[in-house]
């Protein structure tokens, strides 16, 4: 067990040596996607980082519970508290389906995502809506401790009152409780309901036309957006536990109320630490569907879009991913993506290299030795200096171009040793793979190859039946076609669409 692991904490605002509440063991928490649309690149990018962060806690030897949710109520247009439209009840409206089947059809979507970024599954996924009892639950606690109080059947998180008290209140995301006051609301629905602007709704009543609703002590509702994720960590990972995470964007309000809501139902923090990834950019700017400044992962796959010239396979763009460290802006430029590209492959064409190089060694350890053994540990370095993947990826490299010089004969590997040329085979694979989470698109018939091509077939497959389903005949001939001038053909049949290569 490497105790030397440093994590930047959004807490204490610095990095800190990781000290898990019970050794050998971590709980970790992370927001999963609201499922009322098709998963967008900047929720890939957060999965995809807590997906290394898990894979290397679990590479050190830990044991990890990661839970990971599914938001399928409560959470309103506009990401406000009260006053807005349930996001999937709102879906549900305009699609004409029941809310669980605009929930069921989006969270296979995004499982299916996951699968072709290679993202492991986490150990446990609940749902908001499986978990009303234990939320229903939470609230009356936050009451008993005064710290919420109720209004015509919805219950309010009386926050000026628990900042007073307590001191939390505005830690995690900076806000001063005195600039939240002074905020201006009055654009909002049932401002009037609560005693000051800062308060949020734990509990929510239904209107006669919402859809969504509980039988609760207080009103027929629905919780509100930021109970859920309170409730089902406690539920699942204790009172108090090691990690939780989520986009920078959850930092506040999200984050700020879930720290509030564990007090006032306990009286103990959440988590020890906490992790925010930075958002991604497309050419410079924040991501906008309005301004047409925005892509999504089929577009990046495919090339059918205009900030594009060309389709990017799903583990390039991981790849691509993995060169900026999660706490930094990642700026998605065609010009980084082809880069990623060449990188990508350059990096498994070396791995390939090592697989099938001889051993030239003469078995006795000299300055190269010594010299490939500490490039080994500056790899691990990295890694445990807050997870930095683009600065282990750059000791990877540096490994590379002595790779490729001692295939190309312009370096001997005279005075390399054979334990240390089988720990540089065993590095590679183990980063590449079990970290990085990498699949090997480079080689011919590669098992994992098929497999992401797969992935992505049937999710073409999916998003074809739906443009089919709208009779928007164009599109589906248009995604056909495209398909087969790259040597991929689709067959249409009573049993589905099925597709091989031509």
């Known amino acids: 067990m490497n105790s030397e692991l440093k994590i930047y904490n959004s807490l204490s605002k610095e990095k800190e040596v990781f000290q898990p509440i019970v050794p050998g063991r971590v709980g970790m928490y992370v927001c999963g996607p609201t499922v009322y649309s098709n998963v967008h690149l900047g929720n890939c990018r957060t999965f995809v980082s807590f997906d290394i962060i898990y894979r290397y806690l679990q590479f050190l030897g830990y044991k990890v519970r990661y839970v990971r949710n599914i938001t399928d109520v409560g959470h309103l247009e506009g990401d406000v508290d009260t006053g807005g439209e349930d996001k999937l009840s709102k879906r549900a409206r305009l699609e004409q389906l029941e809310p669980m089947e605009i929930a069921h059809k989006y969270t296979v979507g995004f499982h299916d995502m996951m699968r072709i970024f290679n993202v492991l599954p986490p150990n446990i996924e609940p749902r908001a809506t499986g978990h009303i009892p234990e939320q229903i639950e939470m609230v009356q606690q936050i009451l008993d401790n005064g710290y919420a109080y109720v209004a015509n059947g919805s219950v309010y998180f009386d926050t000026l009152k628990f900042a007073e008290e307590s001191g939390h209140y505005g830690q995690l995301s900076g806000r001063k409780i005195e600039e939240l006051i002074s905020e201006s609301r009055d654009n909002l629905k049932k401002q009037d309901e609560k005693r000051n602007p800062a308060d949020f709704a734990i509990w929510i009543k239904a209107d006669p036309e919402h859809i969504m609703r509980w039988n609760s002590p207080w009103s027929v509702g629905f919780p509100g957006w930021h109970l859920e994720c309170s409730a089902m960590s406690t539920k699942y990972l204790g009172k108090t536990f090691d990690i939780h995470g989520g986009g920078n964007d959850l930092k506040f309000p999200h984050h700020e109320n879930e720290v509030a809501q564990n007090y006032g139902s306990c009286g103990c923090t959440p988590a020890h630490t906490w992790i925010h990834c930075n958002m991604l950019l497309l050419n410079g700017k924040k991501m906008s569907k309005s301004d047409g400044n925005s892509i999504m992962p089929e577009e990046l796959f495919s090339g059918n879009s205009a900030h594009i010239t060309k389709g990017y396979s799903p583990m390039a763009v991981r790849f691509f991913m993995l060169q900026t460290h999660y706490r930094s802006t990642l700026d998605l430029t065609d010009e980084a993506l082809q880069a990623a590209e060449k990188g990508y492959r350059r990096l498994m064409e070396a791995y390939a290299t090592l697989l099938v190089l001889p051993f030239g060694g003469n078995g006795e350890a000299t300055a190269?030795?010594?010299?490939?053994?500490?490039?080994?540990?500056?790899?691990?370095?990295?890694?445990?200096?807050?997870?930095?993947?683009?600065?282990?990826?750059?000791?990877?490299?540096?490994?590379?171009s002595r790779v490729n010089s001692w295939k190309g004969?312009?370096?001997?590997?005279?005075?390399?040793?054979?334990?240390?040329?089988?720990?540089?085979?065993?590095?590679?694979?183990?980063?590449?793979?079990?970290?990085?989470?990498?699949?090997?698109?480079?080689?011919?018939?590669?098992?994992?190859?098929?497999?992401?091509?797969?992935?992505?077939?049937?999710?073409?497959?999916?998003?074809?039946?739906?443009?089919?389903?709208?009779?928007?005949?164009?599109?589906?001939?248009?995604?056909?076609?495209?398909?087969?001038?790259?040597?991929?053909?689709?067959?249409?049949?009573?049993?589905?669409?099925?597709w091989s290569k031509e």
């Open 368 to 400: 190269q030795d010594q010299e490939i053994r500490e490039s080994i540990a500056s790899v691990h370095n990295e890694m445990n200096d807050d997870f930095n993947t683009p600065k282990a990826l750059a000791r990877l490299f540096e490994i590379v």
């Open 409 to 498: 004969g312009q370096i001997s590997m005279e005075g390399l040793s054979e334990a240390t040329f089988a720990e540089l085979k065993t590095t590679f694979h183990t980063f590449l793979f079990d970290i990085f989470g990498l699949q090997d698109e480079v080689a011919a018939g590669s098992d994992n190859s098929f497999k992401t091509i797969d992935g992505l077939m049937h999710l073409i497959i999916d998003m074809r039946a739906d443009v089919r389903a709208r009779k928007d005949w164009a599109a589906a001939d248009k995604i056909r076609d495209v398909l087969k001038a790259v040597g991929i053909v689709l067959k249409d049949g009573k049993e589905g669409t099925e």
